[in-house]
Every structure is written in structure tokens, then in C-alpha cells.
């Protein structure tokens, strides 16, 4: 089943190892879940993560992301024209569409109203004994 994780997932996850959003991640890295991606999310990713006031280690952003790149699907997205709140979350958006893939996100208003585009308790309950 293919998945894209919004950056905020992706933060929550590094910062607490044992919450929702890291069973998403462990899910991504265990292969019951193929991350969807473009360019610019990973370039975002790693923009993010990066940041100090995270305090994340440069070992395990790389090891993430590499696997990610590894193991993931990159892909070309076609261009949305609806505009969102936050064009930067825009980019999310068109992959999920163009993957058929579900967007997890912490951020539902960002984003127009989907059934495709789900908090973390949402997918975890959608796909609750699933994967």
C-alpha cells in the first residue's frame, strides 16, 4: 500500500519514538507501507529536519531519508490547480493523487476535504488489521 507522509508526521515521529505517528513510520520501514514522494517533499524533509530546534542527528535524518530514496516511489506528480491554504502542503497533495495513495497528515485544514487525506488516527483505524 503506498502512503505519503506529511513532514509534520515525519517530525512527530523523530520526537517520540513511541506514538502514532512513529507506528506510521515503523509501518513505512518494515514494508507494509510504500512512501510516495517527489522532489521537492524530500527536499523539504530534509530542510526541515535539519533545523536545530529539532536537535535531530544528521545519522539519523540521512538513515531515514536514504531509506526513503531506497525503498520508496519517486515520482513526477501532475500539477494541481486548486490553490490551498498553505501552497507549500500543495506538493503532498499532488502525489497522493497521481500515487492513489492516502496523505497522512497532522494538518487536515491544509488540505481540501478527501477521503485520500487522513490524520494518523484516522489511517491507523482505516487500516486497522489491514496491514
Known sequence: MQVVIDTNILV???WSKNGA???IISMVIN???VPCYD?????EYREVLRR???GFSVGEINALLDWFESNGRSVVA???EDS???EADKKFYEVAKFCGADLVT??????????QVVSVSEFLEKYKGKI
Open 39 to 43: 522532489y521537492r517533499i524530500l527536499s
Open 52 to 54: 536545530s530546534k529539532f
Open 12 to 14: 512527530s515521529a523523530l
Open 21 to 23: 505517528p512513529a507506528r
Open 78 to 80: 501532475e500539477p494541481i
Open 84 to 86: 490551498f491554504i498553505d
Open 31 to 33: 514494508g507494509s507501507l
Open 106 to 115: 497532522g494538518n487536515l485544514k491544509h488540505f481540501p476535504e478527501d477521503p
